[in-house]
């Protein structure tokens, strides 16, 4: 499902609008900070949020759940979609929204859950089991149908996985990634550096991020959770690049 043609073209100049998409818990912050760091750098104007906001001038629109409406978009554009194995960010999922502070919608009393709030019927369920069985029943079921729902035929759109780019020790993903968009070469080190600061293997991030190592559900799933995995999400991951079939269970 992940089509490279869209890494097989080039681009001159930075002229076209750049447009960011990421998912839930596949790299959000990460590449907002380092993106927002680059439009600083190179005078750029950078916008983040709902598109019926996005305003007339812009050079890079993030959007942190990859939900572009292209048909209303003026002018040429290139951009940069993530994603992430959808077994990750379960699991990311479950430790984020257990113990987050800065996301209001995760303490509203919800009718949903018999009046408590996601983040208390999660915290409130009694095993790591129980908690990523809920996670795959709701926010992480939206992101994952979303990552499915994507459509990786766009040539315009450099198509990543979160895993490569958090290993990319090199920055050869990186270089790839500002020379599709179309950033000038003469300032590549210094986007690179961006890229390096911003990076785990840097040393210099914390905070937001509980761990961000790839493959964390290996630690995690039980034959249990595969077998609800494949019940909810078929063959999510062979079509997303991440397995060769169904037999993945450790």
């Known amino acids: ?13 930075q002229t076209d609008r750049v447009l960011v998409g990421t998912h839930h818990k596949c790299g959000t912050v ?48 290139r951009g940069l979609h993530l994603i992430r194995d959808p077994r990750d960010v379960i699991i990311s ?9 800065s996301e209001r919608w995760l303490t509203v009393p919800n009718p949903k859950f018999q009046g408590r709030s996601y983040q208390q019927t999660l915290a409130g369920l009694p095993s790591l089991e129980d908690k990523t069985g809920f996670e795959m029943l ?9 990552m ?19 290993e990319d020790v090199e ?14 070469e003469e300032q590549m080190d ?8 911003g990076s785990l293997f840097s040393g210099r991030v914390n905070g937001h991020i509980r761990s961000g190592l790839p493959r964390q559900w290996q630690s995690y799933f039980t034959k249990s959770m ?12 062979v079509r997303l690049g991440y397995e060769q079939n169904d037999q993945w269970c450790p």
């Open 1 to 13: 499902m992940l089509n490279r043609l869209s890494q097989l073209f080039g681009f001159g100049s």
């Open 30 to 77: 990460w590449m907002k900070g380092i993106f927002s760091a680059v439009c600083d750098q190179l005078s750029l104007v950078f916008y983040t949020g709902e598109q019926r906001h996005l305003p007339r001038r812009y050079d890079v629109f993030f959007q942190d759940h990859s939900r572009f409406r292209f048909s209303t978009l003026i002018g040429p554009h």
């Open 93 to 101: 999922g479950v430790f984020y929204h257990e113990r987050c502070t």
């Open 138 to 146: 709701h926010c992480s079921r939206a992101t994952i149908r979303d």
């Open 148 to 166: 499915l729902a994507w459509n990786y035929g766009r040539p315009q759109f450099y198509e990543a996985k979160y895993e490569d780019l958090i």
């Open 171 to 184: 920055l050869r993903r990186f270089r790839d990634i500002f020379t599709f968009l179309g950033y000038p």
């Open 190 to 197: 210094e986007l690179l550096q961006i890229a390096f600061n």
């Open 226 to 237: 595969h077998r609800q995995f494949l019940e909810h999400f078929g063959d999510a991951l």
